[in-house]
């Protein structure tokens, strides 16, 4: 897989390699069951039940890998990138679009909306007409794991397509946000495999606006999750999302 990754050429090659991806057992036989099985609510929709890649500027494909909907709009390259855990048994896993058809894609967005980053408040499916400016979302694995809670080596087995898409992208991104924990930690490879840049040690902690700023490097800036355990407890709200996206926006230089 990392000579997969490292042969794509442009994030569109990419995200067809990432799209074909049967990399990890475990992670395989839960998207497809996944997909097979359905939540009632969905019971007649078909689920996508594959790896899901990265959307946003450049591009703002439609649909996953280029198919499905009309013509990309044309877009700048990425200033910032937000960086998840993985897609939702029945968000990305079920639509093929990061963060699209759950709570969590709700709040997201809503505030990248509310930030001037996206064209539209909601996410519902991949032809739905959304596009982002300036704006790249990814995930640090690439497939629905079981319990939201991927392993140690799936994380590790699905790097090198963190890394190539960082790679692709590193002329113009100039901050990461990082959505939890999980991901801030699977940060600091990427400064290692794509910048050459030792890891901070000891690496910073993790915090809800925890700000880390290296010299050749993306600034990363900390935010919780937006699941629903967050939202819907107050940990994460409304407010603090603008306030994050707001701080990335003027770090990059985004108006």
């Given amino acids: 897989m990392v000579a997969r990754a490292a042969r794509a050429t442009d994030l569109a090659d990419l995200d067809g390699a990432v799209s074909d991806c049967f990399a990890c057992p475990r992670l395989v036989a839960w ?25 946003g500027a450049p591009d703002n494909r439609t649909g996953p890998g280029g198919s499905g909907g009309p013509a990309p709009t044309p877009a700048a390259a990425p200033r910032i990138a937000l960086l998840g855990l993985a897609p939702a048994a029945h968000g990305g896993n079920r639509t093929g679009r990061i963060f699209t058809g759950d709570r969590s894609g709700d709040v997201l967005f809503a ?20 596009t982002l400016r300036d704006t790249r979302i990814f995930s640090a694995v690439r497939c629905a794991p079981p319990d939201n809670k991927p392993t140690p080596a799936e994380r590790d087995t699905c790097a090198p397509w963190l890394h190539r898409e960082v790679g692709l992208i590193r002329p113009t991104l100039r901050v990461v946000v990082a959505l939890g924990a999980f991901a801030w930690a699977a940060w600091w490879p990427v400064l290692r495999d794509v910048y050459g840049v030792r890891p ?31 939202t819907f407890t107050g940990r994460l709200t409304p407010g603090m999302l603008d306030d994050v996206f707001a701080r990335a926006k003027l770090l990059a230089g985004v108006d």
């Fill in 200 to 230: 901070p040690s000891p690496r910073p902690a993790f915090g809800h606006g925890a700000h880390w700023s290296g010299t050749a490097a993306p600034d990363l800036l900390g935010c919780y999750h937006v699941s629903q355990q967050n």
């Fill in 111 to 130: 505030a990248l909306h509310r930030a001037g980053l996206a064209n539209q408040p909601t996410s519902v499916a991949a032809d739905d007409g959304l």
């Fill in 31 to 55: 998207r497809e069951e996944v997909a097979r099985t359905r939540r009632a609510a969905f019971r007649e929709q078909e689920y996508w039940g594959r790896p899901v890649p990265g959307f």
